[in-house]
């Protein structure tokens, strides 16, 4: 098989969740477990990062690899989705996995499975094929995104120096409940015995939950919004504050969304408890890392310029907690008109998004192309008692060059709603 082949495969013959939904979710670690003897239990070979959480998971994953990088750390990085390129959720020092690689691993599983028999989803394949590559490259450490929930997502057989989860919201309601108290029940299945354990935000409908599991367990926590006090001075620009320690000053952050700084607190308590547990990062390393996120990792999507005159800005937020923030930004942002291309996947709260978007904004209702996506017509009808007023299209690409060609050079033009959606116009 060649690369295009191979990559056919995975998103054509195995179950997908981004693609088909919860059809793709298995209730057990079977699988995973499975593979992960069959391959010679991979993750056990280098200190793993576990990081889980509803918002700021791909955002903290990313930069915590940065700044290991900057430490001198050999550091593998597993995210999802991808945007562009499936290799962007392997890499190692910033670098995707080589297309040979991912070839290699593939064919080698149909020939092994002739034997196993396993039915394995794209995601089970997937951790497994990052754990190997991460292996066979000998990192140092290797930072781990949880792809859904914690307790049984696949990537949730690593034992790790440290777990993080960022914060809880709304999200995949119908898989990991429909309250914040299971949903954070779900996510604080990655807690590990003795191992340490930092949240990012104290909520009181959850708070009690981790404390609970935490104590349970023998493992530290800590409520990184608690231990660090972030300043937002200019845009980008940030000082912190840490357990009483004096103030960093000038701190560059890459990322440039005002939601970052929740993100930025989280990453400084998570750097603390690394320290503790033997790694050598410096201040230095730490304003180095935070100023070259999107160039040591090649993260995108977050808070992303893609055009100038009218300013284009992309966001992946597509929860409740998500939109909050990006709208929160848009406030913020100069401009005379905001025009907003927006589609969302037709498994998500829709009308707890909707309530929440500008209703001054001109909106081009679409739909990205996978099986998920909402339709555009029926997108455009729910707006409706939301007051938000716009037409539909059906590609992405229409819906951007008509909202294009309507702005002027002072507007700005957002484009969000979905991952898949931000995806397509990157």
Not at 40 to 55: C, D, E, F, L
Not at 222 to 241: C, L, P, R, W
Request: glycine residues 8%; charged residues 20%; aromatic residues 8%.
């Amino acid at each position: 098989m060649n690369y295009q082949q191979t990559i056919d495969y995975l998103f054509d013959n195995l179950p997908m969740f981004h693609r088909i939904g919860p059809a793709a979710l298995k209730n057990n670690l079977d699988n995973t477990l499975a593979l992960d003897k069959n391959y010679g239990y991979p993750h056990r070979n280098y200190k793993t990062i576990h990081i889980a959480g509803t918002n700021g998971k791909g955002s903290v994953s990313h930069t915590l690899a940065s700044v290991l990088q900057s430490a001198g750390y050999k550091t593998g990085l597993f995210t999802s989705p991808h945007l562009k390129d499936f290799r962007e959720r392997i890499k190692v020092n910033g670098e995707m996995i080589s297309e040979e690689s991912v070839i290699d691993f593939v064919q080698g599983y149909i020939n092994t499975n002739k034997t196993l028999k396993l039915q394995a989803s794209f995601f089970e394949l997937t951790a497994c094929m990052a754990f190997s590559f991460f292996r066979d490259s000998n990192v140092d450490v290797a930072v781990i995104e949880v792809g859904l929930g914690g307790r049984l997502d696949s990537t949730n057989i690593i034992t790790p120096v440290l777990s993080i989860i960022t914060n809880i919201s709304y999200d995949h309601t119908s898989i990991l409940g429909n309250s914040l108290e299971k949903i954070a029940l779900e996510k604080a299945g990655i807690i590990k015995e003795n191992i340490p354990v930092v949240v990012g935000e104290t909520q009181p409908e959850t708070s009690k939950i981790f404390i609970d599991i935490a104590s349970g367990k023998n493992s530290s926590l800590t409520f990184a919004d608690q231990e660090v006090t972030i300043h937002n001075h200019n845009k980008g620009i940030y000082s912190a504050s840490q357990n009483g320690n004096p103030d960093l000053v000038n701190i560059e952050l890459e990322l440039k969304g005002n939601y970052q700084q929740r993100n930025l607190a989280t990453v400084l308590s998570a750097i603390d408890k690394l320290k503790n547990a033997g790694f050598f990062i410096h201040e230095k390393n730490v304003f180095e890392g935070l100023k070259n996120v999107i160039k040591y990792t090649g993260l995108m999507g977050r808070w992303q310029e893609i055009g100038k005159n009218p300013r284009i800005i992309c966001d992946t937020g597509h929860n409740e907690a998500g939109i909050r923030y990006v709208v929160e930004q848009l406030q913020n942002e100069p401009h005379d008109q905001l025009h907003i291309v927006f589609g969302m996947v037709n498994d998500k709260d829709v009308e707890s998004i909707l309530a929440l978007l500008p209703t001054d904004a001109i909106y081009y209702f679409t739909r990205a192309a996978i099986e998920r996506a909402l339709d555009e017509k029926i997108l455009k009808e729910k707006a409706v008692p939301f007051k938000l007023a716009g037409n539909s299209y059906p590609t992405i690409r229409e819906a951007l060059e008509i909202a294009k060609s309507n702005a002027k050079t002072n507007d700005l033009i957002f484009v969000g709603g979905s991952t898949f959606v931000v995806a397509e116009v990157i």
